[in-house]
């Protein structure tokens, strides 16, 4: 039978990957179609992307979901990780929309070609690193999850931007004892290993 | 039932979506707007530095859109089902995408020729595409999930009219019949109408 989930967006991880960690975690079967920026072009008006743009999310039944946080919040909901009160339900929805802004930050820093460019974009992300991990580390929970007691879908959105985040300066969450502890919390969830350990090897 | 503070400055800003969210609900809550001077011996006791926040019998949210859809909940206008909160969700990313647009590419531009170039492709490019995507995702009675107002709808009247006013003439909604039925349901909501008449006129 045909997973109920197909999730389409580019090679890498970047603002997808949090619904693929969920996905993962739950142990729930989808269709990870991955398009090359090669592709991207030639396929962009063919496909059933509602605002032309990736991720989207065909869900069986005929209703496609786009913008990557309500999709991974839509996973999180069907997979019983979105919170368990409307209350932390609001408080993971507050580390999703605040750490947001690093990724593509991150990004552009990373990619640039041009030096000089990168220099100034180095600059910038240099410093919202620390200024959005300390908001993080201040509201965290100390138990390796970001709110309640148990793995939420919030804890996987960070850990993706921290992720990217220790790739482009190895040791910066060691100054961040509270979300250390959730990244390694997220890291021996077996689902989770498993699935960092066969997915492909991007970049970013 | 719990009492509600929100607290911003006196302005619209980003905390406008959670009063009309508020009005349109005929919740009661305290809108305390903030002078600029009150804020630096408030901020150090917010949940991440920034306003708007909503207080509520000890607890403290932040970030504006989550407070807005944890409202919303509550007043059942975030959408019935997990899906029509997903679609809910996917417009307001979507308005939030539009809006930081403007923010970072048009408001902040301070080369004068380029900021005419950009305006130009914004009002003449991207925002028709964009309404042509939502004018797909709204149904014919004007409602962007299920067939009754919720947070989407709001947050479409409200970032188009958020964004107006910087630019030579509004917005057109020639062209997406839908939309216009959408902004239609939203002004004549009996919560919002008295809302828009009684809020205070401020510069932004």
Partial sequence: MAPKYKFTYFYGRGRGEPTRLIFAAAGVEFDDVRITLDQWPKVKDSLPAPMGQLPFLEVAGGVTLCQSMSIARFAAKETGLAGKTNLEQAQADMFVDEISELLPKLAGAVFASDEAVKAEKAKEVDKMIPEKLGRLEKLSGANGHLVGDSLLWCDLVVFNVAFNVENYKPGTLKNYPKLTKVMDTVKANKRIADWIAKRPETKF | MPSYKLTYFNGRGTAEIVRLVFAAAGTEYEDVRLEQDQWPELKPNTPMGQLPILEMDGTMLCQS?????????????????PLDQARVDMVMDGMVDMGNKFAYEIYYEKDEDKKAEKKKDYVEKYVPQFFS???????????????????????????????????????SLDGFPKLQKVEDNVTSNPGIAKWLKERPETPY
Avoid at chain 2, 136 to 162: H, P, V
């Fill in chain 2, 65 to 81: 859109n989550s407070i807005a859809r944890y409202i919303a909940k509550l007043a059942g206008l975030a959408g019935k089902t």
């Fill in chain 2, 133 to 171: 995507s939502l004018n797909k995702l709204a149904s014919d009675g004007g409602y962007f999930a299920g067939d009754e107002l919720t947070l989407a709808d709001i947050a479409f009247y409200n970032m188009t009219t958020m964004v107006n006013p910087y630019l030579e003439q509004p917005l």
